[in-house]
């Protein structure tokens, strides 16, 4: 592996070791002695806060609010398409002409909508008061990101690429993108404590084997 390859690596690896330093601290806050009964499992909650837990009629904000919601799902597919041209490039892989076309179209559909929401917040007064410039600086390096996994999918390029990659997985630890991390930690402590509670997932909804 070259030096441009292994810094993506060392960068990524660098970013995991931060993200679960940063999972233990909060787990660690977060803990405290649960006295109610034990009335379900969490297997059952955990699928459910994966599958219909996260579709919008489930969630208030995201059912108020479709367009952003279906622009937001388009923007992290571009993400994993992303990723995934990322670790092809790393690793040397060569992927299918329809697999390319597939990850280009949903990359340049992420793209659109990730420009789409760095307008939204620049030109709607609320949003613009109450953003940071983490989250200009996230929505930035991420179409970034997108934007030179094009480049490398239809031309090649992989330098500008590595080095986008190597500055996002610097960032992410520190920055609003660790939520991606912290997404699946919440999914999954949510679970646990609703599922043992037998609050989730709601009755009309539970399956028995």
């Known amino acids: ?14 970013a995991l070791l931060v993200l679960t330093i940063h999972y233990f601290r909060a787990r660690r806050w977060g803990v405290k002695p649960v006295y109610a009964k034990i009335q379900g499992t969490p297997r059952q909650a955990l699928i459910y806060t994966f599958t219909a837990g996260m579709m919008p009629w489930s969630k208030e904000s995201a059912s108020k609010h479709l367009p952003t919601f ?18 092809a490039a790393i690793f040397v892989w060569t992927l299918p002409s329809l697999l390319k076309s597939v990850l280009l179209a949903t990359l340049f559909a992420g793209l659109a909508c990730g420009l789409g929401l760095f307008v939204k917040r620049m030109v709607v007064g609320y949003l613009r008061a109450i953003s940071v410039p983490d989250d200009f600086v996230a929505n930035l390096l991420v179409n970034l990101f997108m934007i030179n996994a094009a480049v490398n999918l ?5 330098t500008v690429f590595f080095v986008t990659a190597i500055v996002l997985f610097a960032y992410i630890p520190f920055g609003k993108i660790r939520h991606c991390w912290f997404f699946f930690c919440s999914r999954l402590l949510f679970a646990e404590f609703y599922g043992y509670r037998g609050a989730l ?9």
């Not at 997932?201 to 084997?209: E, G, N, R, S």
């Open 70 to 87: 279906i622009v937001g799902i388009i923007f992290h597919l571009a993400v994993v398409a992303a990723v995934v041209t990322l670790l």
């Open 1 to 14: 592996m070259d030096l441009p390859r292994l810094l993506v690596v060392l960068s990524a690896a660098f």
């Open 201 to 209: 997932p709601p009755a009309q909804q539970v399956h028995h084997d």
């Open 154 to 158: 239809i031309a090649g390029v992989s």
